[in-house]
Structures are given as C-alpha cells and as structure tokens.
C-alpha cells in the first residue's frame, strides 16, 4: 500500500440508490406530546361517558369505562402516553366516581381494588403495545435494509466503470445508515483512492485506521487504541488484486448490529466488480 492518494470528488452523481434514505430506517412515529396530548384528551372524554352513565343508572364496573382510553392509547403511542391514560384514568375513576367523591381518598374496598386493576391493565397494556411497536419497527427496518442492500448491490454490479461502481457503495451505505462514509480502494501498485459521503472527512489518522485495517484484514473500531480519535468503523475486504476498505461514521453508541454484515457485504461486491473492471480493461488495452 502506498501513502499517495487519489481523492474522487465528495458528491458523485451516479447511479443512485432509491431504495430509501438511511434515516427513514429508524424507527418514527407520531411526536410524544401528541401522544399525552391524546391520552388526556380520551381520559376526559371516557369520564364524560362515565359521568354520563352514572347520572342515568348504576353501572357495575364503572372503572371499565376508563379501560377503552388505555387499550386506544397503546395501539398508535406506545408505552408512555399508554401509562399516561392508565395513571389519568385510575385518578379520574378515584376522584369522581368513588365515595368520598371530589377527593382522592377512598372508602370502599372494592373500589381500591378497582382502581389498582385499571392501573394494572395499563400497564400490560402499554407493555404489548411497546413490545409490538418495537417489533414492528424492527421489522420494517430489516425490510428496507434488505431493498437497499438488494438496490446498491445491482448498482455495484452493473456499474461499467470503477467510478460508478464507488459511488454505488457510497449511496447504499448512507442510505443504510445516514451516516457519513468513508471509502478506500487500493489497486496492487497503484495509489489508493479515496471517496466520501457526508460532510464528516477523515483525517490523517482516520486513514490510517483504514490502512491498518486493509493491512490486518478485520475490522477496526472507532475511539480504540492505536487510534484513539478515530471517528470511523472500518471494514474491510482484500484480494491479491486490491482491496477496499468502508468506513463509517456513528454516533458514539449507536453503531446497529447488522453494519457489519452489511457493509461486509457491500466492501466484496465492490471489490469483486472493480477487479473485475480491471480485468476487462487490461483485456481491452491488450486487445
């Protein structure tokens, strides 16, 4: 490897990947305040119902009404607007429809068993609904995952030429992660290049994690020792013809599990059609 490089331009056009941007893979939904927002909202309406009904009939189970704002509340929002709902709903119950009415003391027995039920449907409740939210967000982020990775590696393989083909990798490893990537390809005897996504350029020290990481072979985390400062993961994939190393940016914390097969993945399809490129070039040139 040789310490002379060859930078390619930060924003490189083509062959872009649609699949979807990194960002989008995380998890979003509706803001948290509109979550509480919406638990107040139904726990006023559920105690309007029940005022309604209590000043009609007597209604066995009263605190059943305050039930529909929980389970409601846990299937968009999630866990804290769930607790939220339960919480309101136990103390509405208890101030308005147990005997000392208008206080939040409780005389009856049964009543605080009433209350210490509802609060305990809550809770299960915004449980499952935590559990199938985290669940279904993982699964819709494996699944743009997969389309992204399906995306990048078709690019990579019909890219017609080296630049084409780095600026594939490029795209797909952003759109992955949203974080900025460093890319470094070294031909056998030829200066290494250099390409970039994101407004995060590594130093010199950060390139040479990279080198380092070309030279061992493994993979070379960020913040470790021999570089401390280093803001980039490096990965990389190496035949006797070249060898290319990916490295990205992460918050401290926050690398996903699933980078490194990932980007593994991404680095030796990028090395296989580059050599493959070569190849056909010097059969070209022969020719």
Request: hydrophobic share 50%; aromatic share 6%.
């Amino acid at each position: 490897m040789t310490a002379a490089s060859k930078p390619l331009p930060d924003a490189m056009p083509e062959t872009p990947i649609n699949a979807g941007p990194g960002r989008s893979i995380r998890a979003s939904g509706l803001p948290a305040a509109t979550g509480y927002a919406a638990a107040i909202i139904m726990v006023g309406l559920a105690t309007l119902v029940a005022a309604a009904l209590d000043g009609v009939t007597t209604v066995p189970n009263l605190s059943l009404v305050f039930v529909l704002p929980v389970i409601l509340t846990a299937v968009p929002f999630g866990l804290g607007p769930t607790l939220a709902a339960a919480v309101l709903g136990a103390l509405a119950f208890n101030f308005f429809f147990t005997d000392p009415r208008w206080t939040l003391q409780v005389d009856d027995p049964a009543n605080i068993w009433a209350i210490g039920l509802l609060f305990a449907v809550g809770c299960i409740a915004s449980t499952i609904a935590f559990t199938s939210q985290r669940r279904a967000a993982e699964a819709e982020r494996h699944r743009q995952q997969a389309a992204t990775l399906q995306a990048g590696s078709r690019a990579i393989v019909a890219a017609t030429a080296p630049k084409t083909a780095i600026s594939a990798a490029l795209d797909a490893c952003e759109s992955l992660f949203g974080a900025p990537v460093v890319l470094m390809v070294v031909p056998n005897g030829e200066p290494e290049t250099i390409a970039l996504r994101g407004q995060l350029k590594p130093d010199d020290a950060e390139l040479e994690a990279a080198r380092s990481a070309l030279a061992l072979a493994r993979f070379t985390p960020a913040s470790v020792y021999p570089f401390d400062g280093s803001r980039f993961d490096f990965w990389p994939a190496a035949t006797e013809e070249a060898a290319v190393a990916i490295g990205l940016a992460f918050e401290p914390g926050e690398r996903p599990e699933e980078a490194g097969p990932l980007v593994e993945t991404l680095a030796s399809l990028l090395l296989l059609r580059l050599t493959a490129l070569r190849a056909a070039q010097g059969m070209s040139s022969q020719g």
